[in-house]
C-alpha cells in the first residue's frame, strides 16, 4: 500500500485521540470511584443500581421504622415495670391492712398511701412519649384516663373518664410484615383495677378500723396481677421479635450494600494499573508520532 | 526524406512535455494538504511517427519518432473506495445524530443517581413510611407533601427537558436539511459547468475534486446514489461527465431525484410536520408525518434511509395516521415522553385511587366524638388543577400536588377505614397502603408490572439503545476511516514520491534541452563546417 506523509499525521493524530479517550475513562472511573457514568456504559449494571439503591433506601427506612417500634416497645415495658412494682406493693399494703392489729389511724396510713399509688397508676397510664399516649391504642391524642375530668360522685369516690383504645398500633417492620409495639391497655389499666382500688381505699379510710372484704379485694388483686405480668409476657416476647428483625435488616444492609459495591463500584486497584499501562501506551503513541514526523526527501536533495 | 530540423522539433517537445509534468508535480506539491485534492498525473503520449501512413511518404527504412506530448492531466482516484466511503459516511451520520440524542437524554435522566426519579419516588416512600408511624405528626405531614411535591417535580422537570432537547433536534433537522438543499444546489453548478467545460476535450480535475467533496459530505446527511452522464461535443474519453444524484432507501431503492444531471434542476429535500392546533387556534408543528424531494411526496413510513437527517428524524418523533384516524408516534423522544407520561398517569391515577379512600385528620371530629363515616374522598395528585382523566398523554409534565394537600397537610389520608372498626387519629395504616403503591403490581400501559420495574425497563431500553448506537458510531467510524486511508493511499499526495517524480522530469527535460544543443552541432557542421573543404 502507498503511504504517504498526511496518512501518518493523520493516523498518528488518531491514535492519540483514542489513546487520550481512554485515559479520560480512567480518569472518570479513578474520580467517581463507579465503573459506569451513564446507563449505556453497561446498560445491567444501571438498572441493577437503580434496583440496589431502593433496596438499599427501604432497608433504612425499615431501619428507621424499628427504631420507632423500639421507642414504643421499651416505653411500654418501662411502663409495665412501674405498673407492677406499684400493684406488688398495693398487695403488700393489703395484705398488711388484713392484719387485725391495725389502728384506724393505720388504716387510714395504708389508705392514703394506696389512694397516692392510684394516682401514680393514673400517670403511668397517661404516659406520652414524643407527645403521644403509648397506652391508648391509636387514639394517641388523648389520655386513656382523663384525670383532668374527673367528677365527684355522691360518695365522695372521684369519677374518671375512661376512654382506653385498644386497637393495635402496629409499625410495618420489613416488606408487608407488621409489628403490633403497644399494650392492649384494658390488661393493665382496666376501669376495674381502679374500682378495686377505689373500694378498697375508701374502704381503709372510712374510719371504721377493719379493712372490709380484704381477702375478696386481694383475690381480684391477684387476678390483674396475673393480666399484667401475662401482657409484660407477651410485650417481651414481641419484643424478641423484633430483635430478630432487627438482625436481618442490619445483615440484609450489609449485603445490599457490598452487592450495590461490587456492582457498580470501580475495582480502583484495577483502573489504576489499567490507567498506567495505558499512560505508557499515550508515551509510546507520543513518541511515535514524533518519529514518524520525519524530514522527507526534500531534505536529502541537494 | 526526413526534415533536417525533425530533431529539434522532438527535443522541443520533450522540453514542454516535461515542463508540463514538472508544473502538475509542482501543482501536486502545493496541494499537499488541499482537503479534498485528488493528487494528478500527466498522461503522456508519443507523437504520432514519421512518416505515417499515405501516398506520398517517402521511402525511408523505417518509422522515426517525433516525441512526446501531453495527452490529458488526469485525477488519480479509485471511483469504487468513494462508493464505499459514501455508505460507512452515511451510515456513520444516522448513528452519530442518534447517539448524540440519546447521550442527552441520558443526561436528562440522570439514573442510577441520587438526584433522579427513581430517588425522589424512593424518598416520597420513606416520608410516607414515615407518617405511617406518627400520621399525627404535622412535621412527618410536611414532609409527604414535599416530597410529594418533588416527584411531580422531577416528573415535569424531566419532560419539559425532554421536549426542549426535542426542540433542538427539529431546528437541528431543519439546518441539516437546508445543508443538503445547499449542498445540491452546488452540486448543480458544478454540473453547469462541467457540462460547459468537458466537450472542450478538457478535464476539469479541480471541479471533479470540489464535486466529490460535496457528495462525500452530502453522504453523511443523505444516503444518496451517484450516477454519471457523460458529456457531448469532444468529451474525452476518461472524462467524468455531470452526476445525478438521488436519495435511495437502506434497500437501494430509489425515494427521489435529488440533483438531475440532464436537467441541470435540484429537487429540493423538505421535511413535513404534522400541524397541531391548540385550543387558541394556534398551528404549530407537531412529528414528522412525510418527506418531500421536489413535488414527490414520501410517507415517513417508507423513509428508511439512513443518514443524519434520517437519524435526527427518529429522535425528534414522527407519526402515522392510521385509516381509522388515529395517530401513533414513534421516535426515540416522544417514546421516552409517552413512557413518563404513562408512569405519571398510572402513578397518579393509583396513588390517588388509595389516598382518596383513606381518612384525613378532618374526618376526625375531635377526640371525643365518633369519627367521621363519611370522608371526602381527596385526590393527591392532580393534572394540572384538574382530576385524572381517561387521557395519559402530557401527564408528566401536568402531574402536581392537588389544592387541598397543598393548602392544608390535614388533607392527607393516612388512616384506613376498614369497614369493621372505626380507625382512630393515630392510625396510619393507609399512609402504609399509599407506600405499596410504588412497589405494588400496576398496569402500566399494557403491562402489569410495579412502577419500580417499568421505570427500569424504560431506563434499560434507553441504555441499551445508547449502547447500540455508540457501538454503531464507533463501527462505522472505524469502518469509515479504514475506506479514507486505502482513499488518501490512492490519492493522497506523496512528497517523497513528488520529489522523485520532479528529478525524473527534470533529468528528461535537461536531457531534451541537451538534445537541442546535440542538434545545434550538427546543423554547426552542417551549415558552417561543410562544403568548405580546401579553404
Known amino acids: ?48 443500581g437503580m434496583f440496589y439503591r431502593t433496596n438499599l ?23 409495665i415495670e412501674q405498673v407492677t412494682e406499684i400493684t406488688q406493693r398495693i398487695r403488700e399494703l393489703v395484705v398488711q391492712g388484713k392484719n387485725g392489729s391495725n389502728s384506724p389511724e393505720d388504716l387510714n396510713a395504708i389508705g392514703v398511701e394506696i389512694g397516692q399509688l392510684k394516682e401514680d397508676l393514673i400517670g403511668v397510664a397517661n404516659t406520652q412519649v414524643a407527645g403521644r399516649y403509648i397506652f391508648n391504642g391509636e387514639k394517641t391524642l388523648t389520655a386513656p384516663i382523663g384525670d383532668n375530668g374527673f367528677t365527684t360522685d355522691a360518695d365522695g369516690k372521684k369519677q374518671y373518664t375512661f376512654t382506653q383504645n385498644t386497637s393495635s398500633y402496629n409499625v410495618e417492620v420489613s416488606k408487608g410484615v407488621q409489628l403490633k409495639v403497644n399494650v392492649n391497655s384494658q390488661n393493665v389499666f382496666s376501669k376495674d383495677l381502679f374500682n378495686v382500688l377505689e373500694e378498697l381505699e375508701s374502704n381503709l379510710t372510712d374510719g371504721v378500723g377493719i379493712l ?91 | 526524406m526526413r526534415s533536417t530540423f525533425m530533431g529539434l ?14 508544473h502538475t508535480t509542482g501543482n501536486n506539491i502545493a496541494n499537499a494538504n488541499t482537503e479534498g485534492y485528488t493528487r494528478q498525473r500527466v498522461n503522456l503520449k508519443a507523437t504520432e511517427a514519421y512518416p505515417s501512413l499515405g501516398i506520398n511518404r517517402p521511402q525511408i527504412p523505417g518509422q522515426m519518432g517525433t516525441g512526446v506530448e501531453v495527452d490529458s492531466v488526469q485525477r488519480v482516484r479509485e471511483s469504487f473506495l468513494d462508493i464505499q466511503y459514501r455508505s460507512e459516511n452515511n451510515k456513520l451520520g444516522y448513528w452519530d445524530s442518534r447517539a448524540n440524542a440519546l447521550q442527552k437524554m441520558e443526561e436528562i435522566m440522570n439514573e ?33 407533601r414535599e416530597r410529594g411535591n418533588a416527584v411531580a417535580d422531577t416528573f415535569s422537570y424531566l419532560a419539559t427537558s425532554l421536549k426542549s432537547v426535542q426542540g433542538d433536534l427539529k431546528n437541528e433537522l431543519d439546518v441539516s436539511v437546508k445543508e443538503v438543499n445547499s449542498i445540491a444546489n452546488q452540486l448543480n453548478n458544478i454540473n453547469k459547468q462541467i457540462s460547459e467545460i468537458e466537450p472542450n476535450g478538457y478535464l476539469p480535475n479541480d471541479l471533479y475534486d470540489e464535486r466529490d467533496r460535496l457528495l462525500d459530505k452530502l453522504s453523511s446527511l443523505a444516503n444518496i446514489k451517484v450516477s454519471y452522464n457523460p458529456s457531448g ?37 423538505s421535511v413535513t410536520f404534522k400541524k397541531i392546533t391548540d385550543d387558541n387556534g394556534n398551528i404549530s408543528d407537531g412529528l414528522v408525518e412525510g418527506v418531500k424531494i421536489g413535488s414527490k411526496s414520501i410517507s415517513i413510513m ?80 392532580t393534572l394540572g388543577g384538574v382530576a385524572f382523566g381517561n387521557n395519559s398523554k402530557g401527564a408528566a409534565s401536568l402531574i402536581q400536588i392537588s389544592k387541598e394537600i397543598q393548602d392544608s397537610t390535614n388533607n392527607i389520608a393516612a388512616a384506613y377505614y ?67 486511508e486505502r482513499r488518501q493511499s490512492v490519492s493522497a499526495v506523496s512528497l517523497d514520491e513528488e520529489m522523485t517524480n520532479m528529478i525524473q522530469f527534470q533529468h528528461a527535460y535537461n536531457a531534451s534541452a541537451r538534445m537541442i544543443t546535440l542538434q545545434d552541432e550538427i546543423l554547426d557542421k552542417i551549415i558552417n563546417g561543410m562544403g568548405i573543404s580546401g579553404r
Request: aromatic share 6%; proline share 2%; net charge negative.
Open chain 2, 302 to 381: 417508507d423513509f428508511n434511509s439512513a443518514g443524519k437527517v434520517s437519524g435526527l428524524i427518529d429522535s425528534y418523533g414522527y407519526s402515522e395516521t392510521l385509516s381509522d384516524g388515529s395517530v401513533v408516534e414513534y421516535g426515540l423522544y416522544p417514546q421516552m415522553l409517552n413512557d413518563l407520561d404513562t408512569m405519571a398517569y398510572t402513578f397518579g391515577t393509583a396513588f390517588n385511587a388509595v389516598h382518596s379512600e383513606g381518612w384525613t385528620l378532618n374526618d376526625f371530629d375531635s377526640d371525643t366524638k365518633a369519627p367521621n363515616t363519611t370522608n371526602s374522598k381527596i385526590n393527591f395528585f
Open chain 1, 212 to 302: 372490709e372484704n380484704g381477702d375478696q379485694i386481694l383475690e381480684k388483686l391477684d387476678m390483674h396481677i396475673q393480666t399484667i405480668t401475662s401482657e409484660r409476657a407477651e410485650l417481651g416476647a414481641r419484643y424478641n421479635r423484633l430483635e430478630l428483625v432487627d438482625s436481618r435488616l442490619s445483615d440484609q444492609e450489609v449485603i445490599a450494600n457490598r452487592i450495590l459495591s461490587d456492582n457498580e463500584d470501580a475495582d480502583i486497584e484495577r483502573v489504576i494499573t489499567d490507567l498506567t499501562i495505558q499512560e505508557s501506551i499515550h508515551r509510546a503513541a507520543l513518541s511515535a508520532g514524533s518519529k514518524i514526523i520525519q524530514p522527507t526527501l526534500i531534505d536529502f536533495l541537494r
Open chain 1, 1 to 48: 500500500m502507498r503511504v504517504t506523509q498526511s496518512m501518518l499525521a493523520n493516523n498518528s493524530l488518531r491514535n492519540l485521540s483514542k489513546s487520550y479517550a481512554n485515559l479520560g475513562k480512567y480518569q472518570d472511573q479513578l474520580a467517581t470511584g463507579k465503573k459506569i457514568n451513564r446507563p449505556s456504559d453497561d446498560p445491567v449494571v444501571a438498572i441493577k
Open chain 2, 9 to 22: 522539433e522532438t527535443a522541443k517537445r520533450g522540453m514542454f512535455a516535461q515542463q508540463s509534468a514538472l
Open chain 2, 233 to 269: 461535443g469532444n468529451a474525452l474519453k476518461i472524462s467524468e461527465g455531470t452526476a445525478t444524484v438521488e436519495i435511495v432507501d437502506d434497500n437501494g431503492k430509489i425515494l427521489g431525484t435529488l440533483v438531475d444531471a440532464k436537467s441541470q434542476r435540484v429537487n429540493e429535500l
Open chain 2, 418 to 484: 376498614d369497614g369493621k372498626t372505626l380507625p382512630e387519629i393515630g392510625n396510619g395504616k393507609n399512609a402504609v397502603q399509599l407506600s405499596n403503591v410504588k412497589n405494588g403490581i400496576l398496569t402500566i400501559g399494557t403491562t402489569n408490572t410495579t412502577l419500580q420495574n417499568f421505570y427500569e425497563g424504560i431506563i434499560g431500553g434507553m441504555a441499551v439503545n445508547a449502547q447500540e448506537a455508540e457501538r454503531l458510531t464507533t463501527n462505522s467510524t472505524v469502518l469509515k476511516d479504514s475506506v479514507e
Open chain 2, 112 to 144: 442510577p443517581s441520587d438526584t433522579g426519579l427513581a430517588n425522589s419516588l424512593d424518598q416520597f416512600w420513606q416520608s410516607l413510611q414515615d407518617l405511617a408511624l406518627d400520621p399525627t405528626n404535622a412535621g412527618a405531614r410536611s414532609v409527604v
Open chain 1, 57 to 79: 433506601t427501604e432497608n433504612e427506612q425499615y431501619q428507621r421504622n424499628l427504631s420507632e417500634a423500639y421507642t414504643w416497645l421499651e416505653n411500654s415495658e418501662a411502663g
